[in-house]
């Protein structure tokens, strides 16, 4: 089992920054892909980012790909989404996940989450 724990969420205005954390127990954090989803009011849940299990690569959803950064830090069983030039439709709960593979973009790949950070941007 890994749980994780999300943080970091809050009330921005747009335009502005936030950085997300999940820390990570259970099994061995660096055996997992980890990745980032959201889902906002009405809506399905959807890819944000995700980073290999080493972090040497990463991958992001076109709608915010060159504003949110992808990390994770292996001696801190923790991954991270630094949040920039936010926008009204980046209103989401964010939640982390664990991928027992390589490096996935498919939410049903996943086979852990979290319970869940709420984001808000407001004008």
């Known amino acids: 089992q890994v749980q994780l724990v999300e943080s970091g969420g809050g009330l921005v205005q747009s335009g502005g920054s936030l950085r997300l954390s999940c820390a990570a127990s259970g099994r061995t954090f660096s055996n997992y892909a980890m990745g980032w989803f959201r889902q906002a009011p009405g809506k399905e849940r959807e890819f944000v980012a995700t980073?290999?299990?080493?972090?040497?690569?990463?991958n992001y959803a076109g709608s915010v790909s060159g504003r949110f950064i992808i990390s994770r830090d292996n001696a801190k069983n923790t991954v991270y989404l630094q949040m920039n030039s936010l926008k009204l439709e980046d209103t989401a709960v964010y939640y982390c996940a664990a991928s027992s593979r390589w490096f996935s973009h498919v939410a049903t790949e996943y086979g852990y989450w979290g319970q869940g950070t709420q984001v808000t941007v407001s004008s």
């Open positions: 980073i290999t299990r080493n972090g040497g690569n990463t």
